[in-house]
């Protein structure tokens, strides 16, 4: 298969299974990113609540990966990855409103990927439609 030859729903899709995994994996299981634990401790959790609390949701990150990257096509899916992002962005501006308005943000990475997310969804519709009998 041609990388050029790719549809727009499996770039998407793929984008959005790297974005769960590379911050699962990399900001909170292998290594725990300083940003992460700023966010993480506002919570107000111990320190060793916190380390935990970082590591679960990076375990849980890599699984949303792995149960995106298979179900993709179904809209509960999609409209639970919209969901989370969202909240995500929401729990940030509550907890460390000052890293929505740095360089790298966010707003910016979670707003992408829900537009990705529309895309898949957007596909997933017309081919619902087109299976219906007329």
Not at 61 to 77: D, K
Not at 93 to 102: C, S
Not at 120 to 130: E, F, P
Request: with cysteine; glycine share 2%; charged share 10%.
């Amino acid at each position: 298969m041609s990388l050029l030859k790719t549809s727009p729903v499996q770039w998407s899709r793929l984008t959005i299974v790297f974005a769960w995994l590379y911050h699962g994996l990399f900001l909170k299981l292998i290594a725990i990113a300083p940003l992460e634990w700023q966010m993480s401790s506002s919570l107000g959790l111990t320190e060793q609540g916190t380390y935990w609390f970082i590591k679960i949701a990076g375990a849980l990150e890599v699984c949303w990966a792995v149960m995106f990257f298979a179900f993709y096509r179904n809209n509960l899916v999609i409209a639970l990855n919209i969901i989370a992002l969202l909240s995500l962005v929401f729990a940030v501006a509550l907890l460390q409103f000052e890293l929505l308005i740095e360089a790298f943000n966010p707003v910016t990475t979670n707003a992408s990927l829900v537009v990705l997310s529309l895309i898949i969804y957007q596909d997933n519709l017309k081919a619902q439609n087109s299976a219906k009998p007329h």
